[in-house]
């Protein structure tokens, strides 16, 4: 018959992620985090600018940085130098330290926030007692990659967890420093 289509072709659904590029982000460049920080400053966003330090500076899995709470961060009015957190991935507690940069971003963030140490450090608009979710925070680096010219599918929330132990593998080529920086069990995931 021509012009009918066999049974097979009728069920064939499109693949889910045709013409997307799949396997990991890319992490950003130097250039690119301080692109994204001038962005942020100038439009005074206060919030993005404190998520988006964070995120580099703890190297964390965008499901631990939105769960991150005011007490994970800063102790009374000071934000700690040194932070720990257990990964909800692993399981483990990992250390990060927050450069004064990163400290003086969220200084000002809780200065607007405000808040005691339980409540989430981005608390979601729907509910204040909540985190923001991962969906949002996608969302968020999906706006702020954009708006620096980059294609929002080279990037995501995974690129920020990778952008600072990318730097300093550039910097001193020390692996296994880096697999302890991003808490891997083994050193083939940090390899790739």
């Not at 985090?33 to 330090?53: C, K, M, P, Q, S």
């Amino acid at each position: 018959m021509v012009g009918s289509k066999s049974r097979h072709e009728k069920a064939r659904k499109p693949i889910w992620n045709a013409g997307r590029i799949v396997g990991a982000k890319r992490p950003l460049k130097a250039q690119q985090v301080w692109a994204i920080r001038f962005h942020l400053d100038h439009e005074g966003r206060t919030r993005d600018r404190a998520l988006f330090d964070i995120a580099i500076d703890s190297k964390l899995r965008g499901c631990d940085v939105v769960k991150l709470r005011i007490g994970d961060v800063a102790a009374g009015s000071e934000v700690r130098r040194r932070a720990t957190v257990v990964q909800q991935k692993t399981g483990r507690p990992v250390s990060f330290e927050i450069t004064e940069e990163v400290r003086q971003s969220v200084h000002a963030w809780l200065e607007k926030r405000r808040g005691n140490a339980d409540q989430p450090l981005f608390p979601s608009r729907v509910n204040s007692c909540e985190h923001i979710s991962t969906r949002q925070y996608a969302r968020l680096v999906d706006g702020w990659v954009e708006a620096i010219g980059l294609n929002v599918r080279d990037y995501g929330t995974h690129s920020l967890r990778r952008t600072k132990a990318s730097l300093i593998y550039k910097r001193t080529g020390n692996l296994r420093a880096v697999q302890i920086l991003l808490g891997h069990t083994k050193i083939e995931s940090t390899v790739r």
